[in-house]
């Protein structure tokens, strides 16, 4: 593939996101219709989604996995899909309020409190469901858990109301963020979709530079979401390094020294610093 290739195909896919269409493969849509006949797909979907979904596939060729597949003994995960994600997902959508009756730490709870819900996040990290939501009384943004919540119901609000907290949630979010610039080493060029789906999850931006034929991912995240970035780029190794992030650079040198130290390998002050 030759760099305009690369360029045009980004662009492409950059633009379907923005429009909120994605393109799937034949194995994309294979898999999921098979995993449409697991037990736990009717939780996950309502009757009427299922339908389309199915009507959708229906020409499709199922994944035949019996041969391939084999569950081997392993630790006990959480599950992913949690029973209040569709509900919740209904009142973020219809910009309702809601009364919600939570759980905190000694086990109180707090019951019945009136708030706007914003969104639903999965922290990859602590592998759970997280809701996003407004206090009207206290005036700040709560991030609950949703394994802590005891139940949520519907609560009346204000169209004009409900743009107003939509405003300040989106004032104290770009608050919070922070700014990270990371340079794909050149030589990996041709590996560049890899290292991008690596960075999927996150707002950002990819600029090119033709000049030195090098490509920069400008990230914009959240102060907790630091962590989980830097185990991407972990990940990616020598592919990446991190041009602009204080607090990235301090904490993939102190991983670089442990590993150095390890191995009985001592890095002076020269080498570090360059």
Known sequence: MNLFEKIFNHQIISRLEDSGTFMITTHERAWLKTMLEHPSAADAFTADTMDKLRTALESEQG?????????????????????LLRSLRRHIMNKTGILITYAIKGDRINKDHLGFPYKLEYSMVKREWYLLWYHTRHHSLMSTRLKKIQSVTSEPIEPSAAENILRKIGKTLESRKTEVIIEIVRVYNAELSRILY????????????????????????????????????????KRVWVV???????????????????????????????
């Open 63 to 83: 994944m035949d996995i019996s041969n391939h597949l084999i569950e081997k003994a392993r630790t006990l995960e959480k599950q992913v899909y949690h029973p």
């Open 198 to 237: 690596a960075f999927s999850s996150f707002e950002k931006n990819v600029e090119y530079d033709t000049e030195k034929d090098t490509y920069r991912v400008r990230v914009s995240l959240l102060g907790d979401e630091l962590e989980y970035l830097l185990s991407k780029i972990r990940f990616l190794g």
């Open 244 to 274: 602009e992030g204080d607090y990235l650079k301090k904490r993939m040198l102190e991983s670089s020294s442990k590993a150095l130290e390890r191995y009985g390998i001592i890095p002076t002050d020269e080498e570090l610093s360059s």
